[in-house]
């Protein structure tokens, strides 16, 4: 206990004296700066890439990309990115594909239906379907008109994700993930309440936390801005609400937890809105947890504390795309809508030629008397300006002040950028909506392997993060015996280890192919197999080959001994197609008496008109 203590100590130390230098440094980190280098994984400096503002940079810059305001000036240190890039100055995300790079990987890793009674996914078709191990919990003998009884295991699932709003939030996860690199699921327990829920935690507002090496948390100090409960008057109300800075302390040590929480660095009951006092401390409190409610997760491991985000690769070759894409399409608006502008007086200067894109090396415009805005010595301001040099000399004649472009090349310049960065994601390239509509589904499924075996790559760092904060609800519901969760029975001492706990998620398809894609392949695997049990190939042996689990194949072949006794049963009362039934011939039909006589080849028609019937 004293060295949790120690510990939590040394927390609290940066707020140990909460004065106007820790406020000016908490309104910094919301403004926030950007620096290159924050954006790299230096070998020569791996601590940097864990450093609370180097993680800050990198979640607002790809934050911005996935928004498509990564040039905008609503950021103050966008001019800081045109100007370490060089860009173009009225660069827009004409080609950014960030947008459509999160969205995949968030419907991809929990999109599609949920089934919220936590089935499998047989029944139902389920977005996150659960798997029990056999033997979790023994089923009770039904009775033939008897309904099945719900396992306690899917009923306190199905109960934690209706309390968590788990319907939507399960997008939200996955897409704060793929853009920042980081993020986390807490087990939120709600005494008052009675309930548990799963929390999606912004990465943004974790500055700290330790892990061990198989990636368990074992403390984290989370700040944050939120509404202050001590205002008198009601917040939200006015342009600029009063607001306080929020930290919670969590500590671990493997059989409780103790926590605390501070507003504005003094100890604080958010939960009681009480103050801590010199005798009494409401913040802080200790409960028998066996693990740490945070989970973090990391989008692509990089080894750190924090991860990479999906945007990483090809961030820098979609600005690049983004400029040349913005240069033909700022060239095509002058050539259409420059017109030519003609002044009636003599200019008394000659205004400043336009030499840079760049706010920096642009001069000021020399302004001349008598002359308003939009005319001789206006600044350019709008990306569709043109720039006038006005020349003192009698014989000047007008020209068009816009130069040539060959736009054939500008264009496939960028779209040999777009190539590239479309390379760089196998899922946007196997995107059925890149095509023409009528690929077929074995060619988009060869398009698709290299999509799938990303997207299960990413999948297999979520699905085994939210199995552990699914435990961790169920367990704090069950120790507690609270409604949903009641019929679930845990073992003393076993912690998320136990038994009754057991579930995994189920493997499923990806969300890109049709159902006429997937009996398409269906079609193509058993064609194989009718083909490899002719060459003398046992049908189990294939189905091991070609990824079959023992549970599957006992499944397969149990189901196809039930036909062939229902079928050896019922085989003498059902003739097969072309074939007799037992007992004789099929009989005849007769014809109907208003049907034409039937005529044999050759034979004369019965009216008498001596027309032969032709074969």
Same mark, same amino acid.
């Given at each position: 206990?004293?060295?949790?203590?120690d510990r939590v100590?040394?927390? $609290?130390?940066p707020?140990?004296l909460?004065?106007l230098?820790? @406020?000016?440094?908490?309104? =910094?980190?919301?403004?926030?700066?950007?620096? $290159?280098?924050d954006l790299?994984l230096?070998p020569d400096?791996?601590? $940097? @890439?864990?450093?609370?503002?180097?993680r800050?940079?990198r979640?607002r810059f790809?934050? /911005?990309?996935y928004d498509?305001?990564?040039y905008?000036?609503v950021? #103050?240190?966008a001019k800081d990115?045109r100007k370490?890039g060089n860009?173009?100055?009225?660069i827009?995300?004409?080609?950014n594909?960030?947008g459509r790079?999160?969205?995949c990987?968030?419907? !991809?890793?929990?999109?599609g239906?949920l089934?919220?009674e936590?089935g499998d996914?047989? +029944?139902v078709?389920?977005?996150i379907?659960?798997?029990?191990?056999?033997?979790?919990?023994?089923?009770p003998?039904?009775g033939?008109?008897e309904e099945i #009884?719900v396992?306690?295991?899917r $009923?306190?699932?199905?109960? =934690?994700?209706?309390?968590?709003n788990?319907?939507?939030d399960r997008?939200v996860?996955?897409r704060?993930?793929?853009?920042h690199?980081d993020?986390?699921?807490?087990?939120e327990?709600d005494?008052v309440?009675?309930?548990?829920r799963?929390r999606?935690v912004?990465a943004?507002s974790?500055t700290?936390?330790?892990r061990k090496?198989n990636g368990?948390?074992i403390a984290?100090?989370?700040?944050e %801005?939120r509404?202050?409960p001590?205002?008198?008057k009601?917040?939200?109300?006015?342009p600029?609400?009063?607001?306080?800075?929020y930290t919670?302390?969590?500590?671990c040590d493997g059989?409780?937890?103790?926590?605390?929480?501070?507003?504005?660095?003094v100890?604080?009951?958010?939960?009681?809105?009480?103050?801590g006092?010199?005798?009494?401390?409401?913040?802080? %409190?200790t409960?028998?947890?066996p693990?740490?409610?945070?989970v973090?997760?990391n989008h692509i491991p990089t080894?750190h504390?924090?991860g990479?985000s999906?945007?990483?690769? +090809?961030?820098?070759?979609?600005q690049e795309?983004?400029e040349?894409?913005s240069?033909?399409?700022?060239f095509i608006?002058?050539?259409l809508?420059?017109?030519?502008?003609?002044?009636t007086r003599?200019?008394?200067k000659?205004?400043?030629k336009r030499?840079s894109?760049?706010p920096?090396d642009?001069m000021a415009?020399?302004s001349?008397?008598?002359?308003?805005a939009g005319?001789v010595?206006a600044?350019i301001?709008?990306?569709?300006d043109?720039s006038i040099?006005?020349v003192?000399d009698p014989?000047a004649?007008a020209?068009q002040?816009v130069?040539?472009m060959?736009?054939?090349? /500008?264009?496939?310049h960028?779209?040999n950028m777009?190539?590239?960065?479309?390379d760089?994601?196998p899922?946007i390239?196997?995107?059925p909506a890149v095509g023409n509509g009528?690929?077929s589904?074995?060619t988009?499924?060869?398009?698709q392997?290299?999509a799938?075996?990303?997207?299960?790559?990413?999948? !297999?760092?979520?699905d085994?993060?939210?199995v552990?904060?699914?435990?961790m609800c169920?367990?704090v519901g069950?120790? !507690?015996? %609270?409604?949903?969760?009641?019929?679930?029975?845990l073992?003393?001492?076993?912690?998320?280890?136990?038994p009754? =706990?057991?579930?995994?998620i189920k493997?499923?398809?990806?969300?890109?192919?049709?159902?006429?894609d997937?009996?398409?392949?269906q079609?193509?695997f058993?064609?194989?197999?009718?083909?490899?049990? !002719?060459?003398?190939y046992e049908?189990v042996?294939f189905?091991r080959?070609?990824?079959?689990?023992?549970d599957k194949?006992d499944?397969?072949i149990a189901?196809?001994?039930?036909m062939?006794? =229902?079928?050896?049963?019922?085989?003498?009362?059902?003739?097969a197609?072309?074939?007799?039934?037992?007992g004789?011939?099929?009989?005849?039909?007769?014809?109907?008496?208003?049907?034409?006589?039937?005529?044999k080849?050759?034979q004369?028609?019965?009216n008498g008109?001596g027309?032969q019937?032709?074969?």
């Amino acid at each position: 206990m004293a060295k949790m203590a120690d510990r939590v100590s040394k927390l $609290r130390v940066p707020y140990s004296l909460y004065d106007l230098k820790t @406020w000016a440094a908490g309104l =910094l980190s919301r403004v926030g700066f950007y620096k $290159r280098d924050d954006l790299v994984l230096n070998p020569d400096d791996p601590l $940097r @890439w864990d450093d609370v503002e180097a993680r800050r940079t990198r979640y607002r810059f790809y934050q /911005a990309m996935y928004d498509g305001t990564i040039y905008s000036d609503v950021h #103050p240190w966008a001019k800081d990115v045109r100007k370490d890039g060089n860009l173009y100055r009225w660069i827009r995300p004409v080609k950014n594909q960030a947008g459509r790079i999160v969205e995949c990987q968030s419907e !991809n890793v929990w999109g599609g239906n949920l089934d919220l009674e936590a089935g499998d996914g047989v +029944g139902v078709p389920s977005a996150i379907p659960i798997a029990i191990p056999k033997g979790n919990e023994p089923d009770p003998e039904i009775g033939p008109d008897e309904e099945i #009884p719900v396992h306690p295991l899917r $009923r306190g699932i199905s109960q =934690l994700w209706k309390d968590s709003n788990w319907e939507q939030d399960r997008l939200v996860c996955p897409r704060k993930g793929a853009t920042h690199g980081d993020v986390g699921l807490y087990c939120e327990v709600d005494e008052v309440e009675q309930k548990v829920r799963i929390r999606v935690v912004d990465a943004m507002s974790v500055t700290w936390l330790d892990r061990k090496c198989n990636g368990e948390v074992i403390a984290y100090r989370i700040d944050e %801005w939120r509404f202050d409960p001590e205002v008198t008057k009601a917040p939200g109300i006015g342009p600029h609400p009063q607001q306080a800075q929020y930290t919670e302390i969590c500590i671990c040590d493997g059989t409780r937890c103790q926590f605390e929480t501070l507003r504005n660095g003094v100890d604080y009951d958010w939960a009681n809105r009480r103050l801590g006092t010199a005798e009494t401390s409401y913040g802080k %409190w200790t409960r028998p947890y066996p693990f740490n409610p945070l989970v973090w997760i990391n989008h692509i491991p990089t080894g750190h504390m924090s991860g990479a985000s999906e945007l990483q690769l +090809g961030a820098f070759k979609m600005q690049e795309g983004d400029e040349s894409a913005s240069h033909v399409g700022d060239f095509i608006r002058k050539v259409l809508t420059g017109g030519w502008m003609i002044n009636t007086r003599k200019p008394s200067k000659t205004t400043r030629k336009r030499t840079s894109d760049t706010p920096e090396d642009e001069m000021a415009a020399e302004s001349a008397s008598g002359d308003s805005a939009g005319h001789v010595g206006a600044a350019i301001t709008n990306r569709g300006d043109i720039s006038i040099l006005w020349v003192d000399d009698p014989n000047a004649r007008a020209m068009q002040l816009v130069g040539a472009m060959p736009l054939g090349d /500008a264009i496939r310049h960028y779209q040999n950028m777009d190539a590239s960065v479309i390379d760089l994601y196998p899922e946007i390239k196997a995107d059925p909506a890149v095509g023409n509509g009528e690929t077929s589904g074995r060619t988009l499924r060869i398009a698709q392997k290299k999509a799938e075996h990303k997207l299960e790559t990413r999948r !297999n760092v979520y699905d085994p993060a939210l199995v552990r904060v699914q435990k961790m609800c169920l367990w704090v519901g069950a120790t !507690n015996d %609270w409604y949903g969760y009641e019929e679930i029975v845990l073992t003393s001492g076993m912690g998320l280890d136990d038994p009754a =706990l057991a579930h995994t998620i189920k493997k499923r398809p990806i969300l890109y192919v049709g159902k006429m894609d997937d009996l398409e392949e269906q079609k193509a695997f058993w064609d194989c197999a009718q083909v490899a049990v !002719n060459s003398g190939y046992e049908l189990v042996s294939f189905l091991r080959d070609n990824g079959w689990d023992k549970d599957k194949i006992d499944t397969f072949i149990a189901d196809k001994t039930k036909m062939a006794k =229902l079928k050896q049963k019922l085989g003498p009362q059902i003739p097969a197609p072309g074939q007799s039934p037992p007992g004789g011939s099929p009989p005849t039909p007769k014809e109907s008496p208003l049907a034409p006589p039937t005529q044999k080849v050759g034979q004369t028609s019965p009216n008498g008109t001596g027309v032969q019937v032709r074969g």
